[in-house]
T-cell receptor, first 116, second 113 residues
Framework: GAVVSQHPSWVICKSGTSVKIECRSLDFQATTMFWYRQFPKQSLMLMAT?????????EQGVEKDKFLINHASLTLSTLTVTSAHPEDSSFYIC????????????FGPGTRLTVT | AQSVTQPDIHITVSEGASLELRCNYS??????LFWYVQSPGQGLQLLLKYFSGDTLVQGIKGFEAEFKRSQSSFNLRKPSVHWSDAAEYFCAVVSNTGNQFYFGTGTSLTVIP
């Protein structure tokens, strides 16, 4: 149980376009989902925390207008990278917590974004 | 502020040898501690966690970790490493007042035959 999926697993887009990444909890309801960014050979950097039905909370230094997060249901959160630039190329990972158990996060397999 | 330090950026061990990956944390109260493993291009898989109770915790794939409050450490161990254990390992702490994870910078493990 507690499986989190991401789609797509990798995506290539042109500079200036927008790309949407989906994060789904497959077999549980996730009241909270998290979005991380990981650069090569580095650790995960928390970008934002999203709770179902409310606005996401962004970490300091993360542009909320560039990284749009929507947590429309208890099983789906989306991250949209708007007007993507090559420096947005990265590995994006989402995670989710079970309702009533906020101390354990279940991670998705990640999405590799390459902006050309 | 909470923080996690993994002093070893990269470790190389021979297959069959024992392994210990170090993790030190900084947190005022009793933390909740985790070890994750990440294979190239993949997400994170939980190896084990410590919330309370027995300070020696067993995880998947033959891993174990010991919580030592006096040393603020939560080192990961495995008695005999397999080639498939080659991966990136992350230690993480989450405060018991919230649900924000703080990750260490990771230790890259290479296993040589």
């Amino acid at each position: 149980g507690a499986v989190v999926s991401q789609h797509p697993s990798w995506v290539i887009c042109k500079s200036g376009t927008s790309v949407k990444i989906e994060c789904r909890s497959l077999d549980f309801q996730a009241t909270t989902m998290f979005w991380y960014r990981q650069f090569p050979k580095q650790s995960l950097m928390l970008m934002a925390t999203s709770n179902e039905g409310s606005k996401a909370t962004y970490e300091q230094g993360v542009e909320k207008d560039k990284f749009l997060i929507n947590h429309a249901s208890l099983t789906l959160s989306t991250l949209t990278v708007t007007s993507a630039h090559p420096e947005d190329s990265s590995f994006y990972i989402c995670s989710a917590t079970l309702a009533g158990n906020r101390y354990e996060q279940y991670f998705g397999p990640g999405t590799r974004l390459t902006v050309t | 502020a909470q923080s996690v330090t993994q002093p070893d950026i990269h470790i190389t061990v021979s297959e069959g040898a024992s392994l210990e990956l170090r993790c030190n944390y900084s947190y005022g109260a009793t933390p909740y501690l985790f070890w994750y493993v990440q294979s190239p291009g993949q997400g994170l898989q939980l190896l084990l966690k410590y919330f309370s109770g027995d300070t020696l915790v067993q995880g998947i794939k033959g891993f174990e970790a010991e919580f030592k409050r006096s040393q603020s450490s939560f080192n990961l161990r495995k008695p005999s490493v397999h080639w498939s254990d080659a991966a990136e390992y992350f230690c993480a702490v989450v405060s018991n007042t919230g649900n924000q994870f703080y990750f260490g910078t990771g230790t890259s493990l290479t296993v040589i035959p």
